[in-house]
């Protein structure tokens, strides 16, 4: 096992990530999704690869206590900006095991591309050489959908439609450090929708043409997903879920001190080509 001291000098922790990521190829499990943006690449030992991967290293020492991470290296073209947000109701280890495999796979899958984000279940990784702070463009999204139908589709898309509307009002409320709601409501045959919607917590408030761009996607589902029990819709600044079973922990993670993050990877699993038992659905827009 190997801990990172916060203490370290930036040049160190650099070459320490450089071997991790060399010496634990293919050791992490698959990421839900991922996008490499093709816009920009970098060149091999040039300096953004260097502030790359000295940002990705420091980037698990600057939790917020909460899940959300922040880190901006470098100066000119070559800055490097990078967050992750782990899921409001997970555990720290749970949080911090997830930014760990992702900021060694991301890179991996995005070997020389400036801009890349991935998602795993527990965490979203994401690093730029633009602005990610505020900024509220949206690129693309992505729709994951499980293959099974609801035995009443106009029925459960009527209560879907409304619990994702109601959850996606109590995420954006929340407060800077954390936005995160997850809830459910009565579905057709007696069945339950449960819920999950979080945004990322710079967003305070979160800006009307991003609530009204979720609101297009959010209306889009009945189309999307018709009726199908299940899904995700994964975009840059925000994440939506729903089941009828309960994906989620009752309560949100308490706030807590960030210790020292463990780098160790997680056993080796073959690569699907989507998730298990879901459908792929990607979007540019």
Request: proline share 8%; net charge positive; charged share 15%.
């Amino acid at each position: 096992m190997f801990i990172l001291d916060r203490k370290l000098p930036l040049w160190l922790l650099s070459y320490i990530f450089i071997h991790l990521i060399h010496t634990t190829t293919l050791a992490q499990p698959d990421f839900l999704s991922y996008f490499c943006e093709s816009a920009a690449n970098y060149t091999i030992d040039s300096t953004y690869q260097r502030n790359l991967n000295t940002t990705l290293s420091t980037l698990p020492t600057t939790n917020n206590g909460l899940g959300f991470y922040n880190l901006t290296i470098g100066q000119g073209n070559d800055t490097v900006n990078s967050i992750a947000l782990c899921r409001g109701d997970i555990n720290l280890e749970m949080c911090r095991s997830c930014v760990n495999d992702s900021i060694i796979k991301l890179p991996q899958l995005c070997p020389n591309q400036k801009e890349a984000i991935g998602y795993y279940d527990n965490c979203v990784v994401k690093y730029s050489n633009e602005v990610i702070l505020r900024n509220t463009r949206i690129k693309f999204y992505v729709y994951l959908a499980n293959p099974q139908n609801a035995t009443d589709i106009d029925q459960f898309n009527g209560a879907l439609g409304p619990l994702l509307k109601d959850l996606r009002g109590n995420a954006s409320a929340g407060g800077p450090l954390q936005k995160f709601a997850s809830g459910s409501t009565s579905g057709p045959a007696f069945s339950t929708i449960y819920g999950l919607v979080q945004f990322l917590p710079f967003l305070v408030p979160v800006p009307v043409p991003v609530l009204l761009s979720l609101e297009d996607i959010i209306n889009r589902i009945a189309l999307y997903f018709n009726g199908r029990v299940g899904g995700r819709i994964l975009v840059p600044m925000c994440t939506f879920r729903y089941e009828t079973y309960r994906f989620f922990n009752q309560t949100a993670r308490a706030n807590a001190p960030s210790p020292p993050p463990i780098l160790q990877p997680s056993p080796p699993i073959a690569r699907p080509s989507s998730p298990p038992g879901m459908s792929y659905i990607f979007f540019i827009s």
